[in-house]
C-alpha cells in the first residue's frame, strides 16, 4: 500500500491503497458509484506476491501471512494470477522470498491481531512448503 499500512488482519470493509480502494472482501471486483473498481483479496494476493519477491517488505509478508493463513486463500491459485500479470513469479522464487521473511521473523508492521511468533513461523513454513514441497 502506498501509504504503508498493511492491510493485514483489517477484515471486511475497504481500505485505502494509493489513489483506489480496495474490497477486503472474497469474491468478484465491485463498481462503486463514487470510489469505482474496488479490487478483491485474491487479486491483492497476487499482487502481493509479485511484491514480496521485488522489494521483500515487511507489510508484504504479513499480508500474505494474513490473506492464506488466517483468511484461507489459495497460494496456488494467486501464484497463478501472479505469473500472468509479472514475468518471472514461479515457485521457486516466491518460495525462496517467504524463506527469508520467515528467518527475519515476525514483520514489525501494525497488526489489528497479531499472530504469535508460532503460528506465523508454521504458516510461512506451511506456504514455503505448499510450493517446493516439504
Partial sequence: MASGVSIAGLGAGTARRG?????????HRLEHPRLGL???KENILANKLSALVD??????LA???WLCCRDGLDLGAA???AAGKAAGI??????RALAEGLRLGLP???????????????????LINTLVGP
Fill in 19 to 27: 489513489h483506489s480502494w480496495v474490497l477486503l472482501e472474497r469474491g
Fill in 38 to 40: 474496488l479490487d478483491t
Fill in 55 to 60: 522489494r521483500q517488505e515487511p507489510r508484504d
Fill in 63 to 65: 499480508d500474505i501471512f
Fill in 79 to 81: 501464484l497463478d494470477n
Fill in 90 to 95: 514461479f515457485p521457486p522464487l516466491v518460495a
Fill in 108 to 126: 514489525n508492521v501494525a497488526w489489528q491481531e497479531p499472530p504469535d511468533e508460532t503460528e506465523f513461523r508454521g504458516g510461512i513454513q506451511a
